[in-house]
């Protein structure tokens, strides 16, 4: 009876396992779930039926064939698409876009656009997302006939080569992510540039030469400490001292003064409108922000690196940096370089910081050099974002997509890197 | 040969040493910049407002001269304690099913999973809380009764966001207990989940406590999340269907916009900032001394 008595609640006991084990199997995939809905939900903004109505109909300015029907814009060749922008637009505004490029030189493709752009000026007046374009199209048709009648109904894909191609607009249907990407680029190249050298000396001087006293403890307390401060900390210490208090030194002026003799007025004018808001700003702050992560991850390969690797060395002759250079960092590099790049995309993905130091919230033009004004992916994702109108949701989630596409290239390339470090250390 | 070149002189070396030393030297400089530009501005803003005032008046509203913090601090705290409801049980109750439960081939497919998801940029979260969360609560709960910005559908996004962290520092945690542990209670007649619950997780409590502080210190530094759902606007309040401006969204707004230096509003965003620096940097001392206790006991 006792025995079978404790096999009862033995049962019992194995029970609660099971449901509790359930419990945290549950978690775990909630972590998956909520990974798939956000990817599902970014994707079924990209795609969709998109009512656009324009100011002026297609058919009221495009001339007409013998028998008296419109020909399409499509079939147009350049002579008929000039002769439109002529009977269409101001002699002012024909001038201006002249004197970016001259129309004559333009393709018939640029000239359509532009044609659209100038002409039929299209604006959005509804948007639906992929799912919704795809189970109820019938009362989309219907919704559009009754409201816009007028308007057309078309399936746009958001990610497209004009896209990535356009800058900023204040047309949804017309921006791009061109110099968000460029900024992006630059800044996190001038952000590696200055960050990996650091970060890897640090990690050296602490794990190689740094001896176990106050200072040092310190340094390493401070480090972790740093990791933890919120990204929006360094904003405010990038806007406080890149941008403001070494104005002349992030703005170019300092440059630029050194050269004033010569041509360089313009780039003087250009690095006075963009006071210290310029990339090199940003680099700067985010190269800060990331450095505790590289530091920590530096030091943990260092450390890993075997005593007797280093006692061989030594026991050739070799001196502190030579076996350093030559032995330490070749086998750790590939944990190094791992560790970078999960710091340098945590740098890509950074706004909050790049919002404090003076991102661009709307810049046409591409960033030139380290003294331009710039404006990165995250920061386009966010202004599209915080719009009411449905269409900016559509491009911030095209944005995402680029962002997230880059990220992901990132890091195959920082596996082949691991890698080829890898298998030539095995040669 | 050798006793040559023993005593020589090898100015590239100390070249080399100098300039590790500087690269280790940066980061205290970081701290020492951040403390001086948050110190420097909000010591001004001090001198026009007093702490008390800042401190404990009901109204954030820069456009009248009113500077009390509370309807920002506790959209913060909102916010924040909604993520920690959602990142606490599920971040630890995945960790426990990873480090005690889960067969290997599992660990190597989900661990990547949160890894992707711990590298998910935080304003694509700012855009998935605001895109499909708040019309899902809405949906749910009535449009009348949540509004378009709100500090749930912010808060609930953010325990997503903080999961994966939570996950793997409170699974480090569970797998630095001894094996020698569980198998003495195995020994004994201990089940599965007893071992896991009676003996494992005391045993890492002060890494999971190191854990949770972690968590919610960066909870109450994120500030994309906020900044796109939780709403523009201060707004004292507690219920979490309302619009609240949080500490850190006040300050991305603010300096988003026409901000002229030198102001009383710019200098006030340092003394939000310098409060929010004081707060994380007490809870993450808190959770580093947590941290190396469990390490020293084992």
Request: neutral net charge.
């Amino acid at each position: 009876m006792n025995a079978s008595f404790q096999s009862a609640s033995l049962r019992e006991r194995h029970r609660n396992g099971k449901i509790f084990s359930a419990l945290f199997f549950a978690s775990t995939l909630f972590a998956i779930v909520s990974l798939v809905t956000l990817l599902a939900s970014v994707l079924d903004q990209t795609a969709g039926w998109v009512l656009i109505e324009y100011s002026i109909p297609e058919a009221d300015i495009v001339p007409s064939d013998d028998e008296g029907n419109p020909i399409p814009l499509a079939s147009l060749e350049s002579e008929g698409l000039l002769s439109i922008l002529d009977e269409n637009l101001g002699g002012r505004r024909l001038k201006a876009l002249d004197l970016e490029k001259p129309l004559a030189e333009r393709s018939p493709g640029d000239l359509r656009e532009l044609i659209i752009a100038e002409v039929l000026e299209p604006s959005v007046v509804r948007s639906w997302n992929f799912a919704e374009s795809m189970l109820s199209r019938e009362s989309i048709f219907q919704w559009a006939a009754e409201t816009v009648p007028e308007g057309s109904l078309v399936f746009r894909w958001w990610i497209s080569s004009s896209f990535l191609s356009h800058s900023q607009s204040s047309n949804a249907l017309f921006a791009g992510v061109r110099s968000a990407i460029l900024g992006s680029f630059m800044t996190i190249v001038l952000t590696i540039l200055i960050a990996f050298p650091l970060g890897l000396g640090a990690a050296i001087y602490l794990e190689e030469y740094a001896r176990d006293n106050r200072i040092n403890r310190f340094i390493k307390t401070n480090i972790y400490n740093l990791s933890g401060v919120p990204s929006i900390i360094y904003g405010m210490l990038g806007l406080g001292i890149f941008v403001r208090f070494m104005a002349p030194l992030t703005s170019g002026a300092l440059f630029s003064a050194a050269s004033a003799a010569g041509d360089s007025v313009p780039l003087e004018a250009a690095a006075l409108a963009a006071d210290g808001r310029t990339i090199l700003s940003a680099s700067l702050t985010l190269a800060l922000l990331i450095l505790p992560m590289l530091i920590i991850n530096a030091q943990e390969a260092i450390r890993a690196v075997p005593r007797t690797l280093r006692e061989s060395g030594y026991a050739l002759g070799a001196t502190r940096w030579q076996v350093i250079f030559h032995h330490v960092l070749p086998s750790s590099m590939d944990r190094i370089l791992t560790g970078t790049v999960l710091a340098v995309s945590r740098g890509i993905g950074e706004t909050a910081p790049l919002v404090l130091v003076g991102a661009s919230t709307f810049l046409t033009q591409d960033p030139t050099g380290i003294f331009s004004k710039f404006t990165t992916l995250p920061i386009q994702i966010y202004q599209w974002t915080s719009r009411p109108q449905s269409e900016f949701r559509n491009i911030a989630a095209a944005a995402i997509v680029v962002l997230m596409v880059l990220l992901m290239s990132l890091n195959s390339a920082a596996i082949i890197l691991r890698n080829k470090f890898r298998s030539q250390r095995r040669v | 040969m050798g006793t040559a070149l023993a005593g020589k002189k090898r100015p590239g070396e100390m070249m080399v040493q100098l300039f590790l030393l500087f690269a280790a030297g940066v980061s205290v400089l970081t701290t020492l910049g951040i403390v001086v530009t948050l110190g420097k501005e909000s010591f001004l803003f001090f001198r026009e407002v007093s702490p008390i005032e800042f401190l404990t008046a009901r109204k954030w509203q820069p456009q009248i001269e009113e500077f009390g913090i509370l309807p920002l601090f506790t959209a913060t705290v909102v916010t924040s304690l909604i993520a920690m409801m959602i990142a606490l049980p599920a971040g630890l109750a995945s960790a426990v099913w990873l480090s005690e439960y889960a067969p290997e081939k599992a660990r190597s497919v989900i661990k990547p999973i949160l890894e992707i998801l711990a590298g998910i940029p935080s304003v694509v979260y700012g855009f998935f809380a605001l895109q499909s969360v708040t019309p899902a609560l809405r949906n749910v709960f009535g449009g009348e009764r949540v509004d378009v910005y709100n500090t749930m559908s912010a808060g609930i996004v953010m325990g997503v966001l903080i999961l994966p962290l939570i996950s793997s520092m409170c699974e480090d945690a569970l797998s630095s207990v001894p094996h020698s542990m569980r198998e003495g209670a195995y020994a004994l007649g201990a089940t599965k989940i007893e071992v896991s619950l009676n003996i494992v997780m005391p045993a890492a409590f002060s890494g999971l406590a190191a854990a949770f502080i972690v968590g919610f210190s960066r909870a109450i530094g994120e500030t994309m999340i906020v900044a796109l759902a939780a709403g523009a606007g201060p707004n004292l309040t507690l219920n979490p269907f309302r619009a609240a401006e949080t500490m850190t969204g006040h300050i991305v707004r603010i300096s988003g916009g026409d901000l002229s230096y030198d102001s009383i509003d710019y200098n006030s965003l340092f003394a939000i900032g310098l409060l929010l620096f004081l707060i994380t940097l007490g809870l993450n001392m808190l959770s580093s001394r947590l941290v190396r206790k469990y390490r020293e006991v084992y």
